[in-house]
């Protein structure tokens, strides 16, 4: 997680979820560690966390309004209640769609010793009923440590994922997969978290699985002699979920067109996506700037997320375009393009976040990033999920349907403002009418897209 003008902490405070181990949430002999395969680095590229997202105000001791965060430090910051006006929420909350009886599943590398409490504390703030966190540990998940940047950088992913789920879809079960292996780039962790959600979908775990973490495709073994099998070999999870209608979510990364601004990572001067968001079978969130007030009105229509980084999109170099996008073929080609849609990403309208794992920088937090965007979405597909009576499975052939007809009635708003050009000086895509590869099809109004959605998984 890359941390950008960190501020400083608040009061200690410590708590746990109720942890699990993967023997105690499925049968074994699944439950111990996962066969990994060795893991391979391309070389001359530098292994960096490959989770998305970034966080620019930390440890604050309390949440500011809009108003106050501009006046601070110049930029939006959100609350869940303002996403909930902001996506036309509350109709659905209202008529008792709220992701009840359906279970989302993030996977994040080691994980947050205090994500229960933290969810608690940051549900509390905005009066939102909290949710218990399943917590399977998979693997050999070494005891947390606050003075390791690789731990407190993905406890400050765990927690940006669950509480953004939790705000969209606040009645869904969250299954937290905590694993032992970093991913970073090329194959690395990659094998571990593979089995891990495999195993959650063969055990009936889950309907939905947000993965806020991506490695750009040429950092894989045998990218650069056009051998694409160490990419192929993992998509295993993916076909497992395309068996059992389980819908499977990725964060289209936060380097614009070259999805290479994780931190530290080479820059390539040619255009490249990330995997597992370039999949076929996984759906692609990109990130959007919300321009909203302190009520959650709109002062603006959204725009391409592009401040502290920018949402990742662009044509896949493995994966051939998918017959799904055929009818926006004028835009990606003859290869997978991505994002598919997009929700909010952008560090200039970042969500405030609470955490306590780390003992010198408790409290409140902004974060931005498509790994915002991938858990929000997440919960959006809960609520599907919970209106439809059954899991809506994947979901491109009715997302890409849902783009051509009526706004009015499919809840797809377009987003036709901006551009993903890479911080390295890559040109991106421009946001036009219709689809782009900077928000994909555009964002969404879920009173009307919920229920389109669901509509369209029982026409399946």
């Avoid at 998509?235 to 936060?254: C, E, I, M, P, Q």
């Amino acid at each position: 997680m890359r941390r950008v003008s960190p501020r400083p902490s608040a009061a200690v405070a410590a708590a746990g979820a109720t942890a699990l181990t993967a023997a105690a949430l499925i049968a074994a002999p699944l439950g111990g560690a996962a066969t990994a395969a060795p893991a391979h680095a391309a070389p001359a590229v530098k292994a960096v966390p490959a989770v998305v997202g970034h966080q620019l105000v930390k440890g604050v001791s309390s949440p500011l309004s809009t108003e106050q965060c501009q006046a601070k430090w110049g930029i939006n910051c959100y609350t869940p209640l303002q996403y909930r006006q902001a996506y036309d929420l509350k109709p659905l909350y209202r008529a008792g769609v709220t992701g009840k009886g359906r279970t989302i599943v993030i996977v994040d590398s080691f994980g947050s010793p205090t994500i229960q409490h933290d969810l608690d504390v940051y549900s509390a703030q905005f009066g939102i009923p909290s949710s218990h966190v399943s917590v399977v540990k998979w693997g050999d998940v070494p005891p947390f440590d606050p003075t390791n940047p690789d731990h407190t950088g993905w406890a400050g992913e765990t927690t940006l994922d669950v509480e953004m789920a939790h705000a969209v879809a606040p009645d869904a079960h969250i299954v937290l997969v905590e694993t032992g292996v970093a991913e970073t780039e090329g194959v690395t962790g990659l094998p571990e978290m593979m089995d891990a959600e495999k195993a959650m979908i063969d055990h009936g775990v889950g309907d939905v699985i947000t993965q806020s973490f991506g490695a750009t495709e040429n950092t894989f073994p045998g990218f650069d002699k056009g051998d694409f099998s160490s990419i192929q070999k993992l998509r295993y999870a993916f076909k497992d979920a395309a068996r059992h209608g389980v819908t499977v979510l990725a964060s289209s990364g936060d380097g614009g067109a070259t999805d290479s601004m994780a931190d530290g990572a080479t820059d390539y001067p040619y255009q490249v996506n990330s995997w597992p968001s370039a999949d076929p079978l996984v759906t692609s969130i990109g990130g959007t700037q919300l321009h909203l007030d302190d009520a959650g009105n709109r002062t603006a229509p959204d725009s391409v997320y592009n401040d502290y980084g920018a949402g990742g999109g662009g044509q896949s170099h493995v994966f051939a375009r998918p017959s799904y996008q055929n009818g926006v073929k004028s835009a990606v080609g003859d290869r997978r393009g991505t994002p598919d849609i997009s929700m909010a990403a952008a560090v200039n309208g970042g969500a405030w976040v609470y955490s306590s794992y780390d003992p010198t920088a408790v409290g409140w937090d902004v974060y931005g990033g498509t790994s915002e965007a991938s858990p929000l979405f997440s919960g959006i597909v809960a609520l599907a999920d919970q209106l439809a009576g059954h899991r809506v499975g994947d979901i491109h052939q009715a997302l890409y349907a849902l783009a051509k007809g009526n706004s009015k009635f499919t809840g797809i708003v377009d987003v036709a403002d901006g551009t993903n050009n890479s911080y390295d000086g890559v040109t991106g895509y421009t946001a036009v009418k219709g689809y782009d590869m900077a928000t994909g099809v555009g964002t969404l109004d879920a009173a009307r897209f919920v229920p389109a959605l669901a509509v369209a998984s029982w026409r399946r």
